[in-house]
């Protein structure tokens, strides 16, 4: 999108192309102000008003020039993110506008329907850029900044972990850093040992060009509230000494996908200039097998001081985000948000579409599920119970990062990380998968930003613009 025209321009009375929706059960009742020639059409593209059915119809009767889009939604008084999705993805090039309403919410999907990834391969056959009038204008920067972060996190965890490592991380929150004004402290290789020892533990295997490092971003004013922002930067997960499948390991790439949330989500707030004194850490990592990869049994030190057994190499995220989140809580937050993609069992649970959310408070989860519901983003909450802080328990250690039983897996991760989290201090974490293995309009097969939007409008309403 970054090469693109704004998708999203004001209506300034210009031609465009009229788009009209209707659902199956006004279909009929529309159809009959249409012409004999334009009921032929819609039949002749089976028409009916059904879900993310679209048509193009003749305005006139005669010379056959001119004319217009139609789409089927579920309620036409009623838009979503994605009602007009399908639309933007399979219309001819050109500038629309919706007929009878403005788009609304339906201005977020617009955009994403017309992502790619086109690092790696240029499409064929492209098709220009499909533009979404509106005299809504207030609601265009919003909506633009919206949709580029999530192509951001879709960019970052499509990328291969070849050309996304720790420093690539690095690199992308160097730019971030130099747009809005902010100040970015990095922690490299073994200078980790000392102030980020997990990190470094899980970190030190991999080659030099993917050494692990710390990624601290500090932005806004010092008598805002602070508000941390932490993502899990694993760019490649091979398991480690306990090594995953062949098919396991397939889309690990995406294992960074917390700090790609992390990232845009820095993107929105600074953006929009929210009133907080915003910290992002990023702990960026390769977990790698070489002689000096670290080992199950091994005990390692934390930047908080207490003792982890490693019960399994596998369950290395929580182990940098540890660190991170200790980080966080040394700057005595108001809010600490962190996104991981952390636990198969969340997505057992859950499934690709829905994050698993973690929170300390009713208040904050309520307000995130409700922030997640209004901009279809949903999000579910899953507990952290007192009763299962058990299956950390090690002998040797202060704690074990792994359970060697099957269950509440994402809870007892959450739990993990609960114990890094100061105490006292408002936590959501949020375990998302950031991919989608099937496309549906506007939210296209291959890496994808989930948890974000509820995140981002949940923190506009706690915090304002500065």
Not at 98 to 113: D, F, K, N, S
Not at 359 to 369: G, Q, V
Request: aromatic content about 6%.
């Amino acid at each position: 999108m970054a090469d693109t025209p704004d998708l999203i321009q004001p209506d300034r009375g210009q031609d465009a192309i009229p788009i009209h929706l209707v659902n199956k059960d006004g279909f009929e009742e529309w159809a009959k102000t249409l012409s004999g020639p334009q009921r032929a059409a819609l039949a002749a593209q089976k028409f009916e008003g059904g879900g993310y059915q679209t048509a193009i119809v003749p305005a006139k009767d005669n010379d056959g020039e001119g004319w217009f889009a139609v789409g089927g939604v579920a309620d036409p008084a009623k838009l979503s993110s994605w009602c007009m999705a399908k639309l933007a993805e399979v219309l001819p090039a050109g500038t629309y506008r919706l007929e009878g309403r403005e788009p609304g919410p339906a201005l977020h999907g617009w955009q994403t329907g017309q992502y790619s990834f086109t690092r790696y391969r240029t499409p064929e056959n492209p098709v220009g850029p499909r533009i979404l009038l509106t005299t809504e204008v207030k609601k265009i920067a919003p909506a633009l900044a919206e949709a580029r972060a999530v192509c951001l996190v879709r960019d970052l965890v499509n990328t291969p972990a070849e050309d996304m490592g720790p420093a690539a991380l690095e690199e992308q929150a160097e730019s971030l850093a130099k747009e809005h004004g902010a100040k970015l402290d990095v922690t490299r290789g073994d200078a980790l040992e000392s102030g980020y020892p997990m990190v470094h533990a899980v970190g030190r295997a991999a080659a030099r060009s993917h050494s692990p490092r710390l990624l601290h971003l500090v932005w806004g004013k010092e008598s805002d509230p602070v508000l941390a922002v932490v993502g899990k930067g694993v760019c490649f997960d091979s398991g480690g000494l306990d090594v995953k499948s062949s098919s396991g390991m397939l889309l690990m790439k995406k294992d960074m996908g917390g700090s790609a949330h992390a990232l845009a989500l820095a993107g929105l707030i600074m953006g929009a200039g929210l009133a907080v004194r915003l910290h992002c850490i990023v702990p960026a990592v390769e977990n790698a097998i070489s002689s000096n990869a670290f080992r199950p049994g091994d005990v390692l030190k934390t930047r908080k001081g207490i003792t982890v057994e490693i019960g399994n190499t596998d369950a290395e995220g929580r182990l940098i985000l540890g660190d991170a989140l200790t980080r966080a809580s040394e700057e005595k937050p108001d809010l600490v948000l962190d996104f991981a993609t952390l636990t198969g069992a969340a997505r057992v649970a859950l499934g690709p579409d829905l994050p698993a959310l973690m929170t300390r408070r009713d208040e904050t989860a309520d307000a995130l599920i409700a922030a997640g519901k209004a901009h279809d983003d949903e999000v579910w909450r899953l507990p952290l119970p007192e009763v299962y802080r058990e299956y950390l328990n090690s002998d040797i250690a202060d704690t074990n990062n792994a359970h060697t039983g099957g269950f509440a897996g994402a809870s007892v991760a959450g739990l993990f990380l609960d114990k890094f989290v100061g105490e006292g201090i408002d936590w959501a974490h949020f375990d998302t998968f950031a991919w989608r293995p099937s496309p549906k309009p506007g939210r296209p097969k291959g890496g994808e930003a989930l948890g974000l939007r509820a995140a981002w409008h949940m923190l506009q309403a706690r915090y304002g613009a500065a």
